[in-house]
């Protein structure tokens, strides 16, 4: 039985498509019905954790975060007006605000709420992201209006010096990694940007030595070392995008200029906001985009037709490494508004040869099991 299960299962992988093969994921909806609409903000880690903020009105959105089925506003926040979050698997926040004091910038961690303090003479903080240890990349602007990143990693913090090249980072990963972009109207040749361990270095998407862009920028970074890029046209129509995924040493273009990255994860899907096509023309929202293996899907359309009966599909928010995703959604019939967990399921084919293979194994095993002599 020890040999004859990692045999068939070899066998099944053998039989299986290839992942250049494989179909899109389905995907199940879950309505965080405990999570406050409308969520304006929103972050997920792996392990099904839910950081966000919803509006309150009076310009407030205070963050919160779901985490064991327990929501909990976070302490010191509830007067703020959170703008972007950043979780990691510890439930350590990077938090956003912006509000009638002007922007600020926290991290949640023991539950607590501090305030990242920039150095004498910089302002306008942001907090961008958070690694899995903790750490915070940030920024702030210096009197004449350019931008500094920092990390902060709960004992201190740390200037990213990218010399005399004016960078803004937006992305960290795991081991190191930070990327951004060369900051727009500064006078050098756009490209998104790569820092590891004092060293910069660049990436320019095909089109960018044509001067296609006016703006490239490193918006993601997973621990493989693939870059998501979001590169600006400076064509008609204005403000369109091109989204380019780098590794490997080669660049893959992803969508259309229709589609707007949001993030990226360790199977190198991404995950962005995409304009209706001509042909379902919906109400005119941004739609929810998956690119996986390959191809970009309307998310709507991987929906279970269960699902899909129910709820008209808005913004993504976040994914995770499992491939689940934290988005918004309508109640068709009723408008209500809800925030939504999609959590990929087996294919029917592949959950049948799964199946299929333990039911063989079962049968061989009885038969062995039988006592010598017995026949039948």
């Given at each position: 039985?020890?040999?004859?299960?990692?045999?068939?299962?070899?066998?099944?992988?053998?039989?299986?498509?290839?992942?250049?093969?494989?179909?899109?994921?389905?995907?199940?909806?879950?309505?965080?019905?405990?999570?406050?609409?409308?969520?304006?903000?929103?972050?997920?880690?792996d392990?099904?954790?839910?950081?966000?903020?919803?509006?309150?009105?009076?310009?407030?959105?205070?963050?919160?975060?779901?985490r064991?089925?327990?929501?909990?506003?976070?302490?010191?926040?509830?007067?703020?007006?959170?703008?972007?979050?950043?979780?990691?698997?510890?439930?350590?926040?990077?938090?956003?605000?912006?509000?009638?004091?002007?922007?600020?910038a926290?991290?949640?961690?023991?539950?607590?709420?501090?305030?990242?303090?920039?150095?004498?003479?910089?302002?306008?903080?942001?907090?961008?992201?958070?690694?899995?240890?903790?750490?915070?990349?940030?920024?702030?602007?210096?009197?004449?209006?350019?931008?500094?990143?920092?990390?902060?990693?709960?004992?201190?913090?740390?200037a990213?010096?990218?010399?005399?090249?004016p960078?803004?980072?937006?992305?960290?990963?795991?081991?190191?990694?930070?990327?951004?972009?060369?900051?727009?109207?500064?006078?050098?040749?756009?490209?998104?940007?790569?820092?590891?361990?004092?060293?910069?270095?660049?990436?320019?998407?095909?089109?960018?030595?044509?001067?296609?862009?006016?703006?490239?920028?490193?918006?993601?970074?997973?621990?493989?070392?693939?870059?998501?890029?979001?590169?600006?046209?400076?064509?008609?129509?204005?403000?369109?995008?091109?989204?380019?995924?780098?590794?490997?040493?080669?660049?893959?273009?992803?969508?259309?200029?229709?589609?707007?990255?949001?993030?990226?994860?360790?199977?190198?899907?991404?995950?962005?906001?995409?304009?209706?096509?001509?042909?379902?023309?919906?109400?005119?929202?941004?739609?929810?985009?998956?690119?996986?293996?390959?191809?970009?899907?309307?998310?709507?359309?991987?929906?279970?037709?269960?699902?899909?009966a129910?709820?008209?599909?808005?913004?993504?928010?976040?994914?995770?490494?499992?491939?689940q995703?934290?988005?918004?959604?309508?109640r068709?019939?009723t408008?209500?508004?809800?925030?939504?967990?999609?959590?990929?399921?087996?294919?029917?084919?592949?959950?049948?040869?799964?199946?299929?293979?333990?039911?063989?194994?079962?049968?061989?095993?009885?038969?062995?099991?039988?006592?010598?002599?017995?026949?039948?």
């Amino acid at each position: 039985m020890k040999l004859l299960l990692p045999a068939l299962l070899a066998a099944c992988a053998l039989s299986a498509p290839s992942v250049s093969e494989a179909a899109p994921p389905r995907y199940r909806l879950q309505w965080l019905q405990d999570v406050p609409a409308p969520t304006i903000a929103g972050a997920l880690n792996d392990a099904g954790d839910v950081a966000g903020a919803y509006y309150t009105g009076e310009f407030l959105a205070p963050p919160y975060l779901l985490r064991d089925g327990r929501l909990r506003l976070l302490p010191g926040l509830a007067e703020t007006r959170a703008t972007r979050l950043a979780l990691n698997d510890r439930g350590d926040i990077a938090i956003s605000t912006d509000g009638y004091d002007g922007p600020s910038a926290y991290v949640f961690r023991g539950g607590r709420a501090r305030a990242l303090r920039l150095p004498s003479g910089f302002d306008s903080p942001m907090a961008w992201d958070i690694d899995a240890a903790g750490r915070v990349l940030a920024s702030g602007s210096d009197t004449d209006g350019a931008e500094h990143a920092f990390l902060f990693d709960g004992r201190g913090r740390r200037a990213l010096d990218t010399g005399a090249t004016p960078v803004g980072f937006r992305a960290l990963n795991d081991r190191g990694l930070v990327v951004g972009g060369i900051q727009a109207d500064s006078g050098v040749r756009p490209a998104a940007a790569v820092w590891r361990d004092g060293a910069l270095s660049f990436l320019r998407p095909p089109g960018t030595e044509a001067g296609t862009y006016r703006q490239v920028t490193g918006i993601d970074v997973n621990n493989a070392g693939q870059v998501l890029i979001r590169a600006e046209t400076d064509t008609w129509p204005d403000d369109a995008t091109d989204t380019w995924l780098y590794g490997g040493g080669r660049y893959e273009r992803i969508g259309s200029r229709a589609f707007e990255p949001a993030v990226l994860n360790e199977r190198g899907w991404v995950l962005g906001n995409a304009s209706p096509p001509p042909d379902r023309p919906g109400d005119g929202w941004p739609q929810a985009a998956l690119w996986a293996d390959g191809a970009l899907h309307a998310l709507d359309t991987l929906l279970r037709p269960a699902d899909a009966a129910h709820w008209t599909l808005r913004r993504a928010f976040d994914l995770n490494d499992a491939g689940q995703i934290l988005l918004q959604g309508l109640r068709k019939g009723t408008g209500e508004q809800g925030v939504l967990l999609a959590t990929p399921v087996p294919e029917p084919a592949a959950l049948a040869l799964v199946l299929a293979g333990l039911g063989v194994v079962g049968a061989v095993a009885r038969r062995r099991a039988r006592p010598p002599g017995h026949v039948g």
